[in-house]
């Protein structure tokens, strides 16, 4: 089955310890992408990659970090996370050119506070 | 930049009644998909439908069409014969289409989101 995995689903941490969050896809993609969701906002992009060991900034970078040492994982790090980085994260994997029916793959959503 | 506005924080209809749902978008882009996402109480992000920028008809499936009118740059949802399982919040997004000749950054760019509700 066609999938993204995330983990963990729920997180509780304090303020300044370094967390990770997983990413996984099955499906070969090339390009890989995190937001996160916020009310109000609708979900805003933090980082992506269009492919292993490229990755750039969304619109919403400070604070996180990825990497992209395999196609299939792509994972998100908080160094120091802060109160306002609460929030719901999606990863998402989409099928890049010549592949037709463009639509993004979500990861299951992790629900992340920090207190 | 794109940007995506959803004008209706919250909406709610009877069971079996019809409701559309509005999305505007800004863009300079001429190639483009345009894609309503359900989210429901569990929090999973849901494709309802696809819309490709250069087709004039308008997608449908099953229950859930679209209203896509390129110039006005207005792709509204509507949803006929509502049922409980339709209560969620739906996002209107946005995706230029990327080809070796613009080739970047595949994002989407999200409204704010419709909150529905079906009431029995």
């Known amino acids: 089955e066609a999938q993204v995995t995330q983990n963990p689903r729920y997180l509780i941490t304090v303020t300044g310890k370094k967390l990770t969050v997983t990413c996984s896809q099955n499906m070969n993609h090339e390009y890989m992408s995190w937001y996160r969701q916020d009310p109000g906002l609708g979900l805003r992009q933090i980082y992506y990659s269009m492919n292993v060991e490229v990755t750039d900034k969304g619109d919403v970078p400070e604070g996180y970090k990825v990497s992209r040492k395999e196609k299939r994982n792509f994972p998100l790090i908080l160094e120091s996370p802060s109160p306002n980085q609460t929030s719901l994260y999606f990863c998402?994997?989409?099928?890049?050119?010549?592949?037709?029916?463009?639509?993004?793959?979500f990861g299951q959503g992790t629900r992340l506070t920090v207190v | 930049a794109q940007t995506v506005t959803q004008s209706q924080p919250e909406m709610s209809v009877q069971e079996a009644e019809t409701v559309t749902l509005s999305c505007t978008y800004d863009?300079?882009?001429?190639?483009?998909?345009l894609f309503w996402y359900k989210q429901p109480p569990s929090r999973q992000m849901i494709l309802v439908i696809r819309?490709?920028?250069?087709?004039?008809q308008n997608a449908t499936e099953n229950r859930f069409s679209v209203n896509f009118q390129k110039a006005a740059k207005s792709f509204s949802l509507k949803i006929s014969d509502s049922q409980l399982g339709d209560t969620a919040m739906y996002f209107c997004?946005?995706?230029?289409?990327?080809?070796?000749?613009?080739?970047?950054?595949?994002?989407?760019?999200f409204g704010t989101g419709t909150r529905l509700t079906i009431i029995p």
């Open positions: 819309q490709e920028a250069y087709k004039q």
């Open positions: 998402a994997s989409t099928p890049v050119w010549p592949q037709k029916n463009t639509e993004a793959f």
């Open positions: 863009t300079s882009e001429n190639n483009y998909y």
């Open positions: 997004a946005f995706m230029k289409h990327v080809t070796p000749s613009n080739f970047g950054n595949e994002k989407l760019t």
